[in-house]
């Protein structure tokens, strides 16, 4: 067989969302000299990643996800010199609410993390939190909690970030070219068949979010995750949405809201979250319809509850929907690692809707994994045999990811 040079690569990557960007950009950093090429059937970030509402996590009581995500921190900070640009995070912090008694104890166990973590952590009198948040009617409230170094992004310019300093050291990212399959040679994967011809490669990852479960299918591998959807509105600008304020977390709704340049962005999760087969979710997700009414008949199904805190939320206009594809499963871990069964194939998939906060640590731990060193992370949460042979496109798994989806309290 004759392999054409720009065809050969070190690592291949399927799909360029915030995670291939992302494993790109360590890849390239750390290892001089080794090509890798991303794949993108669209343009890049193109998915899940320019839909989120971009909450970048620190403190998490699962606490392997807090190294993942502080990495994506320092990440934004080496990616800001290297390109002389401001990433304009905005570090506006966090406020927990916690009313309930299982909130408060939440609350406590979170707080009891941040102190662990070293991260700076308060808690704050009802007066307080209104003046913080104007929206916010406090009297609820029973404890409420302050973070303040977590922040939300831009998630297109995370991404791109990501993708462009990969560019400035070496990488090829190929947009316009869809990938078809994983070529194998016996139990090993040694690159893909795409739109463009064949490319051959010594470490095939599978990045492409929602529709990962295909790619892993071909090489007979169940891959746990499916594709949830999340959704949120952002309102019309109003006084009480001033653009310093903090993003809050409603653990006893199930609501989190951040300001969006004077606006509020809130989202929710729905008591059934919807789910389809990655099969069904088109190549240019521009036209898919999320939903026909825009979550309004979600919305009106907790509206009484989130009114208890937002009481404007009756009468305040809603200016955008936003709805994307997260891959959710049925434990809120990630599915990444090494592919069972399969040599030298990867899949960072599963992202459970905090993609753009653990990027960074995704992005290193795959650098190091694809090039054949230690991960530097826990990756044993993540384990994609964890729930034994699963059938990714079957109704009652599609089900069981989805009520993840809808059980989710945290940010
Ligand atoms: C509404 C919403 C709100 C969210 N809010 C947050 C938040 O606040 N905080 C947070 O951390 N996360 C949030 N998320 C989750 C976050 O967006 C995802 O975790 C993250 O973007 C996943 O990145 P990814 O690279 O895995 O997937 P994607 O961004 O979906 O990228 C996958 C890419 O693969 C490409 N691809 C697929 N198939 C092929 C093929 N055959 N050939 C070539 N390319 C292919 C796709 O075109 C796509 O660009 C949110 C998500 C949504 C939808």
Known sequence: MT????????????????????????????????????LERNEICHAATSRAAALVTRIRTKKYFIPLSLETYRAVAQMEKQLNESMDMKQVGVLHLAASESSVKELDALMEVAAEFDEPAVYLSQSTVHQKAPWINADNILKAGFMPLESYCDPYLLGTFFA????????????GVAVN??????????????????????????AAGAWSPIFAMQVGVGLPMAPVRSQYWITERNDLFPVNSPIVILPDVQAYARPEGGSLLFGIRESKSFTTSPFDIPADMSEFLFSPDKGVGDLSEVIDQLARFFPRVYDIGLKYYMAGFSGYTPDNNFSMGIVPGVNQLFAATGCVGAGISVAGGVGLAFAELIAGKPNPYD??????????KIDPFSKEWLDKCALARSLKRSG
């Open 181 to 206: 399959e994983v070529l194998m040679e016996g139990d090993t994967a040694v690159g893909v068949t795409t739109s463009a011809g064949n490319i051959y490669a010594n470490a095939v990852v599978i």
């Open 3 to 38: 392999v054409q040079n720009a065809d050969k690569a070190d690592a291949v990557i399927i799909g360029a969302g915030v995670f291939g960007c992302a494993i790109a950009y360590y890849y390239t950093k750390n290892n001089p000299g080794k090509k890798v090429i991303v």
């Open 164 to 175: 462009r300093c990969a560019k400035m050291q070496g990488a090829e990212i190929r947009q």
């Open 379 to 388: 990756f044993s949460h993540f384990n994609i045999s964890r729930f034994g």
